[in-house]
């Protein structure tokens, strides 16, 4: 791997701009607002800029593989994908139709969709919904956020 | 499913409703009505509004269940735009939110608190104790100490903190100290306790389930109590027997009664009778906070919650009515636009 | 005081009295469920059975509560084991050694392992609380801002030590923790900042979401992306009394912790989540030989788990003895004192001793029954981790997002989630730990609060005038010298043994 096409060596530098965003942001602040953002800044700058540094010379040394999947994972990217698409979706629902209704249909469709019985994905389903709705919700009063879609039709 | 569909349902009766004229009439029969605070449970608000919600279930119409539920956060701006934005308009919760009449008078809260319906307020006050190795054995004794006082905080931005500040800004500006950043009340009396800070703050109800232990132990002291303002805007005491900060002040500095400083202090001074303001969602009908103001005004006096308060010596609090309520919020919100008393504010309360 | 063995002996009858011992029960079995599932704590539990505990005398009221609270830390390894989720946030540290295990077929052990830790952990703490009762009051009012904040940098120094593989990239996310932290108000000015003037940020960022995102997203992935089961290993046999010996042949390790979590228990503001995390650096500080330690060492559940489950009676103390909670929870029991008419302060250590003990029994002896409980169904619990990932991991996924929205209840917290499910996914590829980003987050606004407070107040003497920062300043430095020393002692045997330099080995 070259250093500087490692993601490892990369996130130090997101680490470093993200410091300077929050220290120029406190800069104006009194001694008590920005006493802790300063002190803290300057040693992530100190401890994020010599793991940059130290990458280009020596290059970024990373834990061995243990585990042989790891080599299997990285070829599989269109796996990945699939999978974060899922996860992204039933993030977006979540919000958008609320989790009583999000949350079971993300797994009955993911279970049937993944080669899992219709019985058994219906059986999973119901019981994240009866969870929920009966025991979270209507046993020890949780309320959960409204649907947004309520939220835009109705009130 | 079923939640879903009968929400749909809810909504078509919602619009139903708004279509005809008629006016619901304020039945809580079979119901579990709620009372929503600001604050966290185990925090002096919720303990409160837990011994104070079945007196009010008995004097509602039909007589509900009253149940508490806390929505804490963002020093008691969450529940409030919480109880602004997501609450039904329904008349069956009810908002119970400390401290924000005071929050929106010296800072900034997210939703316009004088849009909410009001049902009415319940006042609250603070009482100031000292060290007793501080020196100070009574508030006179603040003009002649001769070391600075070293005053713990929650934040310098808190009513109580910027009232005393105001206060012991009369005598000079190097008259204390401030160490700020504890957590809540009991952090500061943690503090107090190890010799960190020598003077701090206490909601009254605390206070006097303490006193008797404070007095035993010999370490801490009270030297006076913010008191609240009556109907007529008169500062008076909240039951702890200790004299009000006002009163001392008027007493030991007659002569600055007409700086901005004291206008200051008198402006902050004036939240504390809306200390607990109670409110419903706007556009609830007016008919419901007619309802729970003359239930929480009723309870309040009720016999069983005064012996209650007694077993824990606890003042008895006093119930400022929807329309005095109303009336002293839409004052607070005008003042809040005097020049003099917006700079002094923003001078006491510190730097971000 | 004189009476205290009396008042031991009177609290202990009065927890087997039948309504008590039966609300008891009811708060154990409570207690359990809140702990198992991730996103409902005990500090939520509390909060859920307080009104059925109103209206009760104080010797039921608060076995009930308190047996829900002290059981929520033993059931709460069940899924940070066998899933990589902590149940709650008390079981965070321990998830780091516990999953290995059962990725190795060793989830029983670990279980068992950490059932026990928690009682005799628990033990310890009574034991602390019952013999030093007298002298302890003093004690914790000698704590101020400067103990805080070493106390504070003595935790974030443990961060150094579970960095893994570079210890630049673990200070790094520390940092990165502590600024996480930083969004919200600001505790010595009142001003909110960083919160993108969004009313959800206002107050900080929660670590329920973040903590399931960050460690539970990557393991879903992962699982569903190689399509096979958290154990990769057939369940070793005779793993549940392997655990238990585990826990008995470690037992200095345990009274060790079991004080680490008293004392963080007895300092109001410390709380559960210190005690874990120095509990866990101290055990691997401590080990002779630490290379174990992230991939499944068994000492890496024991001591976490000791230590929070000895914080828990220890917080008891400065409630009943100051009125001052030690924790998130005992502020709900002291608001339970109030309601229910009883003072804290000094009577609670004379004239009602025995409650004061009661409550102390209580912890100790929910943590048995619930570890009774929860050795009964271990044998079925643990078939989890041979489910395959396509049914599994779109369960978890589901009830991880519940668990996260629970946090606050309000969808910010599922894009908290999502967020730090991307970031914790790139992290754990990019070999970046994400283990010192929450011992910075939990230990952040303690560390900026009484930073200030110190500086504020003491100016710069306070660093050799105070004796608990002098002894504090010591551990911080024990804690580098002697792993350092352990480290150069084993690379010279190595050096030794294989003709190899140290260099070589690095490389």
């Known amino acids: 791997m070259i250093w500087y096409r490692s993601i490892t060596w990369w996130i130090g530098i997101v680490m470093i701009a993200l410091t300077l965003i929050i220290m120029t942001e406190s800069a104006g602040w009194s001694m008590g607002g920005k006493l802790f953002p300063w002190i803290i800044g300057s040693g992530v700058l100190i401890t994020a800029g010599l793991h940059s540094i130290l990458g280009i010379f020596q290059g970024v040394k990373l834990a061995e593989d243990e585990d042989e999947e790891a080599e299997s994972e990285k070829l599989d990217l269109r796996r990945v994908l699939s999978v974060f698409i899922w996860v992204l979706a039933v993030l977006v629902a979540v919000p958008l139709v609320g989790l009583q209704i999000a949350v079971p249909v993300f797994v009955f469709l993911f279970m049937k969709l993944h080669g899992e019985t219709l019985t058994l994905a219906a059986i999973s389903a119901l019981v994240i919904y009866g969870f929920i709705v009966f025991v979270l919700e209507d046993i020890i009063h949780v309320v959960f956020p409204q649907a947004l879609i309520i939220q835009w039709i109705g009130f | 499913m079923f939640r879903f569909l009968s929400g749909l349902g809810g909504i078509l009766l919602a619009v139903s409703l708004l279509v005809s004229p008629a006016i619901a009439e304020v039945n809580f029969a079979g119901k579990t009505v709620r009372i929503l605070i600001n604050f966290g449970v185990g925090s002096s608000t919720d303990v409160m509004t837990r011994q104070f919600a079945p007196f009010v279930g008995q004097y509602l119409p039909g007589n509900p269940t009253v149940i508490v539920e806390a929505k804490p956060g963002g020093r008691g701006t969450l529940g409030t735009a919480y109880m602004y934005k997501n609450v039904k308009p329904d008349g069956m919760t009810l908002g119970g939110l400390t401290i924000i009449v005071a929050r929106m008078a010296t800072a900034k809260v997210p939703v316009d608190i004088t849009k909410f319906v009001q049902v009415g307020a319940r006042g609250g006050a603070a009482v100031v104790y000292v060290r007793k190795d501080s020196g100070i054995k009574t508030a006179s004794d603040l003009k002649s100490v001769s070391q600075k006082v070293i005053m713990g905080a929650t934040t310098p931005r808190s009513p109580s903190v910027m009232q005393i500040r105001l206060f012991l800004n009369a005598f000079g500006q190097d008259k204390h100290k401030l160490i700020a950043g504890y957590k809540g009340q009991l952090g500061m009396l943690k503090a107090v306790r190890s010799g960190e800070v020598q003077m701090a703050f206490m909601n009254n109800g605390q206070w006097m389930a303490r006193r008797d232990g404070f007095t035993k132990e010999g370490l801490v002291h009270g030297i006076m109590e913010s008191g609240q303002n009556d109907a007529s805007g008169k500062v008076v005491g909240s039951g702890v027997k200790l004299p009000t900060v006002d009163a001392t002040w008027r007493k030991l500095l007659p002569d600055t009664i007409g700086s901005d400083g004291y206008k200051a202090f008198s402006f902050i001074q004036q939240t504390r009778a809306l200390n607990y303001l109670y409110v419903l969602p706007p556009k609830t009908p007016v008919d419901y906070a007619k309802a729970w103001d003359k239930a929480m005004a009723s309870a309040i006096k009720d016999p069983g919650y005064l012996a209650l308060l007694d077993k824990n010596s606890a003042p008895h609090p006093a119930w400022t009515n929807r329309d005095t309520t109303t009336k002293t919020l839409m004052q607070i919100a005008a003042k809040k636009n005097d020049p003099a008393i917006t700079a002094m504010i923003k001078k006491i309360s510190g730097k971000k | ?343 804290p302060g000094p009577e609670m250590l004379r004239e009602n001793l025995n409650i004061t003990f009661l409550m102390v029994w209580v912890t100790v002896a929910a943590n048995i029954i619930a570890a009774i409980l929860a050795f009964g169904l271990q044998r079925w619990l643990v078939k989890i981790c041979y489910i395959r990932a396509t049914i599994l991991a779109p369960i978890v996924l589901g009830f991880m997002i519940v668990g996260a929205t629970l946090a606050t209840r309000d969808f910010g917290d599922v894009l908290l989630f999502g967020i730090f499910g991307f970031l914790g996914y790139i992290f754990k590829h990019a070999d970046w730990p994400r283990v010192p980003i929450l011992i910075g987050m939990v230990l952040g606004n303690l560390a900026e609060t009484y930073l200030f407070i110190t500086v504020e107040r003491y100016g710069i003497e306070w660093l050799w005038q105070r004796p608990i920062v002098l002894i504090i300043v010591i551990m911080i430095v024990l804690s580098f010298v002697v792993p350092a020393y352990r480290l150069y002692r084993r690379k010279q045997g190595e050096k030794i043994l294989s003709g190899h330099t140290v260099k070589d080995d690095m490389e």
């Open chain 3, 1 to 343: 005081m004189e009476d205290i063995p009396i008042a031991v002996l009177d609290g202990l009858l009065l927890m087997f009295t039948v309504k008590t011992f039966l609300f008891m029960m009811i708060g154990i079995v409570a207690g359990m469920f809140f702990g198992l599932v991730p996103g409902l704590s005990g500090l939520s539990g509390l909060g859920l059975l307080l009104p059925f505990a109103i209206g009760q005398p104080p010797e039921v009221a608060f076995p009930f509560l308190l047996g829900m609270f002290a059981t929520t830390t033993q059931t709460d390894t069940i899924p940070a084991v066998l899933i990589g989720v902590p149940g709650t946030a008390a079981a965070q540290a321990t998830v780091l050694d516990g999953y290995p295990m059962a990725k190795k077929g060793e989830a029983e052990r670990a279980l068992s392992a950490s059932y026990l830790a928690s009682i005799l952990g628990s033990i310890v703490a009574a034991i602390i609380f019952i013999a030093f009762l007298p002298v302890l009051r003093p004690l914790i009012d000698e704590f101020a801002g400067p103990e805080f904040f070493m106390m504070a940098m003595l935790g974030l120094i443990m961060a150094g030590s579970l960095a893994g593989t570079s210890l630049l990239r673990g200070l790094t996310m520390a940092g990165f923790g502590l600024i996480i932290s930083m969004v919200g108000f600001a505790p010595n000015t009142g001003f909110a900042r960083f919160d993108f003037d969004w009313t959800y940020l206002i107050d900080g960022i929660p670590l329920v979401p973040v903590v399931l995102g960050m460690f539970a997203v990557p393991e879903v992935i992962d699982l569903l992306v190689s399509r096979s089961t958290i154990a990769s290993q057939q369940s070793s046999s005779g793993g549940r009394m392997k655990g238990v010996a585990d826990a008995f042949q470690n037992w200095w390790l345990i009274v060790k912790c079991g004080t680490i979590g008293t004392v963080c228990g007895m300092i109001p503001g410390l709380g559960g989540l210190v005690a874990e995390w120095l509990g866990y650096g101290h055990a691997v500080q401590s080990a002779k030989d630490s290379s174990q330690f992230g991939k499944g060492d068994v000492r890496g559940v024991i001591a976490p788990e000791a230590a929070t489950a000895a914080q828990k009676p220890g917080g008891i103390l400065p409630t009943v003895a100051f009125g001052i909670p030690g924790n998130g929870p005992m502020a709900i029991m002291l608001g339970v004192f109030l309601i229910v008419g009883l003072r």
